[in-house]
């Protein structure tokens, strides 16, 4: 199945394509003619402007998946053309099983017209996954809460709304790109609404498209967390690692039931030394991922 978007842009011969990964992509290009056509070739854009990537050739008969040398090593075996509509002019391909590192411009060139033609493709292979969201420490401030959009292109644009998609003020959003992918991290600390429910938005706006992820802060972290003049949490520090992670700071914590909903919440404080270990945990994307809240004059602390 083709899952193909298609629009003109502005200028002669440009045309737009966007596709999610993994899907197929149709790269439009045909000629007025009831000639069958002799040869074609589709090249993509390199990151040098003269360097080009062979993608599909045709050459009376012959191409790049009867034989025909010369095809870029990236596209072999996910290229083909429709043979039988050679005769109406359609010089189109298909390429499979699409990858972001396929999205860029592409040229359809009839070198041997008179005049010769060249039509572009501007190909977008997007990757749009579901932001991942989390709960943090619940402070005097609110409660702090973090938003991970990981491996996504184009760029999104990444924030938190509330639940009548209002949207909030946030921390500068950590940026870095990878693999042509982009890997991002939005944090915002919220305070009690009445819903509690918040959304983490991933916008893609030159492509369209918007995906978001749900979540709900447990009432009991507002009530029993934050005390006036005395702050919880706030300096704590902590990393999550397959499922558990350590929690370093003041002492201070809460407590939820393990599980797919928040079962029990606990907010406490420890002195000195006489604080032993403590269960702690932090809400990902709704479940409770268990934590150990550790003193840190607890000379057996790692």
């Known amino acids: 199945m083709l899952i193909n978007e298609c629009f003109c842009l502005p200028g002669p011969g440009v045309t737009k394509v966007i596709v999610e990964?993994?899907?197929?992509?149709?790269l439009p290009c045909s000629l007025s003619t009831k000639e069958d056509i002799e040869f074609f070739d589709w090249r993509k854009d390199g990151q040098k402007k003269d360097l080009k990537e062979e993608v599909f050739m045709y050459n009376k008969g012959r191409h790049?998946?009867?034989?025909?040398?010369?095809?870029s090593e990236r596209f072999k075996g996910r290229v083909s053309h429709f043979p039988d509509e050679l005769k109406s002019g359609n010089t189109s391909i298909i390429i499979r099983n699409t990858k972001v590192a396929d999205?860029?411009?592409y040229t359809c060139d009839f070198p041997f017209l008179q005049p010769s033609k060249t039509f572009i493709v501007w190909l977008v292979v997007s990757a749009a996954p579901k932001p991942?969201?989390?709960?943090?420490n619940a402070t005097e401030d609110g409660v702090t809460m973090t938003c991970e959009v990981q491996g996504a292109f184009p760029e999104p644009k990444v924030e938190w709304q509330d639940s009548d998609r209002n949207?909030?003020?946030?921390?500068?959003?950590q940026v870095s790109e990878r693999g042509g992918r982009f890997y991002i991290t939005l944090q915002t600390t919220v305070n009690r609404t009445k819903t509690n429910r918040f959304y983490c938005v991933a916008k893609q706006e030159n492509i369209s498209h918007m995906v978001d992820a749900e979540i709900t802060v447990p009432e009991k972290m507002f009530e029993e967390c934050k005390?006036?003049?005395?702050?919880?949490?706030?300096?704590?520090?902590?990393?999550?690692?397959?499922?558990?992670?350590?929690?370093?700071g003041l002492g201070l914590g809460c407590v939820f039931g393990v599980g797919g909903t928040v079962t029990y919440f606990k907010c406490f404080k420890k002195r000195g030394n006489e604080a032993a270990r403590e269960p702690r945990n932090?809400?990902?994307?709704?479940?409770?991922?268990?934590m150990l809240a550790i003193p840190p004059e607890d000379p057996d602390a790692v």
């Open 21 to 26: 990964e993994g899907s197929d992509a149709i």
């Open 227 to 248: 005390v006036p003049g005395q702050r919880y949490g706030h300096d704590i520090g902590m990393w999550i690692g397959l499922g558990l992670g350590l929690g370093l």
């Open 103 to 105: 999205s860029g411009n």
């Open 132 to 136: 991942y969201t989390m709960i943090g």
């Open 282 to 290: 932090q809400i990902a994307n709704g479940h409770a991922v268990q």
């Open 64 to 71: 790049y998946n009867n034989g025909l040398k010369g095809q």
């Open 167 to 173: 949207v909030l003020p946030a921390d500068e959003p």
